[in-house]
């Protein structure tokens, strides 16, 4: 079973720009999808954006197309999720999450794995 901790998270001004990071133990990411979410609060979790085993494919939620990139470093057993332009409404605990299944995916309950999260804090 893998295990996921996120870290990168923090208090950024709006237009700034933050890394988050995803890494694994336990087992091996490049056999996984890899998915990042969010929960502002108050809200439902929402899905951000998702990665395929080899990273030839992601897909993102419209919200954040152009601003998030998603990447992963076999090497370092570590999926990271490029910020950029941070808006206020970018504020929420995000997590990563993680599926056998080599799918690109928006569906939280299609991602079995999951870390614990790290917040994001966007300031005006």
């Known amino acids: 079973q893998v295990q996921l901790v996120e870290s990168g998270g923090g208090l950024v001004q709006a237009g700034g720009s933050l890394r988050l990071s995803c890494a694994a133990s336990?087992?091996?990411?490049?056999?996984?999808?890899m998915g990042w979410f969010r929960q502002a609060p108050g809200k439902e979790r929402e899905f951000v954006t998702s990665?395929?085993?080899?990273?030839?494919?992601?897909y993102y939620a419209d919200s954040v197309k152009g601003r998030f990139t998603i990447s992963r470093d076999s090497a370092k057993n570590t999926v990271y999720l490029q910020m950029n332009s941070l808006k206020l409404e970018d504020t929420a605990v995000y997590y990563c999450?993680?599926?056998?299944?080599?799918?690109?995916?928006?569906?939280?309950?299609?991602?079995?794995?999951w870390g614990q999260g790290t917040q994001v804090t966007v300031s005006s």
């Open positions: 990665i395929n085993w080899r990273g030839y494919n992601s």
């Open positions: 999450a993680a599926t056998r299944r080599d799918i690109l995916t928006s569906l939280s309950y299609d991602y079995p794995y």
């Open positions: 336990g087992r091996t990411l490049s056999s996984y999808a």
